[in-house]
Structures are given as structure tokens and as C-alpha cells.
T-cell receptor, first 115, second 111 residues
């Protein structure tokens, strides 16, 4: 399967713990995005990378959130000191730069539950 | 602030009917428009993209774009129960790569 892959699929953590999610984009895609989705809402943009450079971060991304894409391939999203309000589906997407036709394809998502 | 508005639904149609889903957006600089389908508990799946005014057809799906009215729509012909899902409208500005999503419209197709 050459689609976007996210791990883990589900994560239950206690409030105050740190969690890390991984995303492997479609291999030829150099843009990678993180979104967060809560029940009844559309996905909300968190951050995006072009290759290894983090080009944009949403104001939603508090200082407890950090994302990396060290070699321009896979990416990790870490949440420190988790809060119950962090419970959501975390979605990764990738697309190919070089065109205005920025079709983005999503992975299966990581569902985070903070208890 | 960029906004994308959709009726949350549910929109209920009988099997075989045409389902019409609508979306408006606030940013006149928007250049790229997408429809994603999302089944309950799953991630969004891209089903249509449109970049120019007019209609774009792909199988049972037709996307319509009117930039002057800042309006995008998705028509689903011969609706099937398997089309029952939430349909997300997403918009992108050519100066950015990120998508702004609406809250989605839930479609229910009854047999």
C-alpha cells in the first residue's frame, strides 16, 4: 500500500503524559500536513512541512505541540503534558508541491483519548 | 479569517435520487476546491477537485464552481446507501498549501 500511513491508530493516555504520533507520507510527496478533527467539526490545520522545513504553524498549535520531519520523509507530532481537550483525531496528509493543484491525501488518522 | 460554510444536515434522499451538497467560502483569493467524503470513524477521502468555474464530472459525481458567487457544490447522481457519509468541502488559496474545511454535511441515502 503506497498511501499515507499513520501510527498508532488509537492511543489512550492519562492527562499529563506525553504522546508521539508518526506519519509516513506517500513516497513521492514532499508536502506533509497535520490536522486535528473533533466530533462534528471539519479538520483544522495544525502545521505543514515542505521537505524538512516547517513552513507554517497554526495558532492552534500551542507550545505543548511540536512537529518534526527530520529527513523530509516521515514526520512526528508530539504532544507534551496532554490535556483532556487534546482528545481528537489527528490526521496527516501529503501532497506534491510544484503545482497549484494541491490535492492532499489523508492517512487513517490517530485517535487520541486523554483520560 | 477564512471561512467555509456548509449546511450540517442531515440531507436525506431516497436511493436513486440526486443529492445536492452546497458550500460557500469567504476568501475571494481561493483557487482550489475539494470535496472529501468521510465515513463515520474514518479519515477523509478525496473524491473531487475543481479549479475553474463551471462543472467537472467524474462518474456519478459532478462538482460545480462559481467563483463570482463564492459557491461550490457537489451533485451525486443515482445515490446509493453506500454514499451515506459526511461530505467535507475544502478550499485552498494559491499562496498557501493548506486547506480550510467546512464542518461537513451528513448525507443519508435510504434504500
Amino acid at each position: 500500500d503506497t498511501g499515507v500511513s499513520q501510527n498508532p491508530r488509537h492511543k489512550i493516555t492519562k492527562r499529563g503524559q506525553n504522546v508521539t504520533f508518526r506519519c509516513d507520507p506517500i513516497s513521492e510527496h514532499n508536502r506533509l500536513y497535520w490536522y486535528r478533527q473533533t466530533l462534528g467539526q471539519g479538520p483544522e490545520f495544525l502545521t505543514y512541512f515542505q521537505n524538512e522545513a516547517q513552513l507554517e504553524k497554526s495558532r492552534l498549535l500551542s507550545d505543548r505541540f511540536s512537529a518534526e520531519r527530520p529527513k523530509g520523509s516521515f514526520s512526528t507530532l508530539e504532544i507534551q503534558r496532554t490535556e483532556q481537550g487534546d482528545s481528537a483525531m489527528y490526521l496527516c496528509a501529503s501532497s506534491q508541491a510544484g503545482s497549484r493543484r494541491t490535492e492532499a491525501f489523508f492517512g487513517q488518522g490517530t485517535r487520541l483519548t486523554v483520560v | 479569517q477564512k471561512e467555509v460554510e456548509q449546511n450540517s444536515g442531515p440531507l436525506s434522499v431516497p436511493e436513486g435520487a440526486i443529492a445536492s451538497l452546497n458550500c460557500t467560502y469567504s476568501d475571494r483569493g481561493s483557487q482550489s476546491f475539494f470535496w472529501y467524503r468521510q465515513y463515520s470513524g474514518k479519515s477523509p477521502e478525496l473524491i473531487m477537485s475543481i479549479y475553474s468555474n463551471g462543472d467537472k464530472e467524474d462518474g456519478r459525481f459532478t462538482a460545480q464552481l462559481n467563483k463570482a458567487s463564492q459557491y461550490v457544490s457537489l451533485l451525486i447522481r443515482d445515490s446509493q446507501p453506500s454514499d451515506s457519509a459526511t461530505y467535507l468541502c475544502a478550499v485552498s488559496n494559491s499562496g498557501y498549501s493548506t486547506l480550510t474545511f467546512g464542518k461537513g454535511t451528513m448525507l443519508l441515502v435510504s434504500p
